[in-house]
């Protein structure tokens, strides 16, 4: 059984969309800021150097701005949740793990948001 785990990380996305549960987060855009780590292997794209033996990060960030600017969740558990389901769904990713930060809603705290792992390690 090979035991090999690859991870392609993208770190601190920061995407303006509508989140929360208060009436004045309802009508206007924040900043999230989401971290990725993906699995996957990348022994194929090492020995061809060729992008399309690998996961191409660009096409997963564009994919998730896109996804995360049209949307209008109050919960960044639900928001968390749909991009993992997104990118599962969509790449060749067989695990993630996602954090997603919400800097400022707390006061006294510098961050604050949610992380979750999905998929098959």
Known sequence: ???QMDI?????LKIETI??????????KQTVHIDLELATDIR???ATDQ???TVNYKNIS????DFVEQSDYQL????TEKIAALILSEFEISWLKIRLNKKGALRGAVDVGICIERGQR
Request: net charge negative.
């Open 76 to 79: 960044v558990e639900t928001l």
């Open 44 to 46: 194929q794209a090492a």
């Open 8 to 12: 392609i990380f993208i770190k601190d």
């Open 62 to 65: 564009k994919r998730v701005i």
């Open 19 to 28: 989140i929360g549960i208060y009436d004045w987060e309802r009508s206007i």
């Open 1 to 3: 059984m090979d035991s």
């Open 51 to 53: 992008i399309e033996d």
